[in-house]
Nanobody, 111 residues
Framework: QVQLVESGGGLVQPGGSLKLTCAASGNTLDVYTIQWYRQPPGKQRDLVATLTPGGYVNYADSVKDRFTISRGNSKGTVLLQMTNLKPEDTAVYYC?????WGQGTQVTVSS
């Protein structure tokens, strides 16, 4: 079992940027694929970005060219850099590693 913690969420104006971090204490996050999901209020949880152990990345069409998933400088961390944020990006963002979920971090994009 892996312990995952998301951080970096907050209130941002449209067009702004935000960097989310998924941290797993004592784990590299390199054995299995790691993914970012998001769940807007009243909607389903949808896949946003994928990072495989071999370095392959993939994004949902709605965030492609705006979001970037990457490994952090600290071992056991994965980042989601978000730019040009839109109100429709408002959601709780979760990281998934294997079958392990973090608690999520709230991102609100509003004027």
């Amino acid at each position: 079992q892996v312990q995952l913690v998301e951080s970096g969420g907050g209130l941002v104006q449209p067009g702004g940027s935000l960097k989310l971090t998924c941290a797993a204490s004592g784990n590299t996050l390199d054995v299995y694929t790691i993914q970012w999901y998001r769940q807007p209020p009243g909607k389903q949880r949808d896949l946003v970005a994928t990072l495989t152990p071999g370095g392959y990345v993939n994004y949902a069409d709605s965030v492609k060219d705006r979001f970037t998933i990457s490994r952090g400088n600290s071992k056991g961390t994965v980042l989601l850099q978000m730019t040009n944020l839109k109100p429709e990006d408002t959601a709780v963002y979760y990281c998934l590693y294997g079958n392990n979920w973090g608690q999520g971090t709230q991102v609100t994009v509003s004027s």
